[in-house]
């Protein structure tokens, strides 16, 4: 298996554009997590998903952060307009939740966004 | 305050030392208890995961929890340079809150050869 495959590595782009970040979650797994880590502020859960529906996005810090996962298979998560203090890694996470309590969590390898 | 606290180091120990974390929590449902460890450049991976108190080893890693001092260890013996990483500690409630997990800051740890 390839694990939790994140696109892209690194993203740099200028204050107001638009950015979407997109992640493909281990084949079988009905959660997926999006993540965002700063040295400030460490590693935040921003939305997760349970089987393809948003089950909680009070982590997603305002308006102009937004996520979908249309399939079982593919999660995009989009800024816009993106501004410097969005600057971070962002990391997709997925895994099998079968009940009620935290299951093994994959994480990809995370975007390494630049606003300038 | 931060609901998880946890020194960010770095920690620095000659190889075959003993490396000793820990984190602290205010959230007294806290029932999960994992440690990721995350190398630079990548995502994290669980380490350890244990419910409620008590410890727990796996090879050379031994995680301790503490509830009721709301506390909780990782030991590293025999520490090698490649347990050079970033050790992020993360708790989680039960019922539908436990799909969400708190984090620490993370504590840096470099071992020298």
């Known amino acids: 298996d390839a694990g939790v495959i994140q696109s892209p590595r690194h993203e740099v782009t200028e204050m107001g554009q638009e950015v979407t970040l997109r992640c493909k979650p281990i084949?079988?797994?009905?959660?997926l997590f999006w993540y965002r880590q700063t040295m400030m502020r460490g590693l935040e859960l921003l939305i997760y998903f349970n089987n393809n529906v948003p089950i909680d996005d009070s982590g997603m810090p305002e308006d102009r952060f937004s996520a979908k996962m249309p399939n079982a298979s593919f999660s995009t998560l989009k800024i816009q307009p993106s501004e410097p203090r969005d600057s971070a890694v962002y990391f997709c996470?997925?895994?099998?939740?079968?009940?009620?309590?935290?299951?093994?969590?994959?994480f990809g390898s995370g975007t390494q966004l630049s606003v300038l | 305050q931060k609901e998880v606290e946890q020194d960010p180091g770095p920690l620095s120990v000659p190889e075959g030392a003993i490396v000793s974390l820990n984190c602290t929590y205010s959230?007294?449902?806290?029932?999960?208890f994992m440690w990721y460890r995350q190398y630079s450049r990548k995502g994290p991976e669980l380490l350890m995961y244990t419910y409620s108190s008590g410890n727990k080893e796996d090879g050379r890693f031994t995680a301790q929890v503490d509830k009721s001092s709301k506390y909780i260890s990782l030991f590293i013996r025999d520490s090698q340079p490649s347990d050079s990483a970033t050790y992020l500690c993360a708790m989680s409630a039960s019922g539908a809150a436990g799909n969400k997990l708190t984090f620490g800051g993370g504590t840096r740890v470099l071992v020298k050869p």
């Open positions: 996470a997925s895994s099998l939740m079968v009940v009620e309590k935290p299951e093994k969590l994959f």
């Open positions: 959230n007294s449902a806290f029932q999960y």
């Open positions: 084949s079988g797994h009905n959660s």
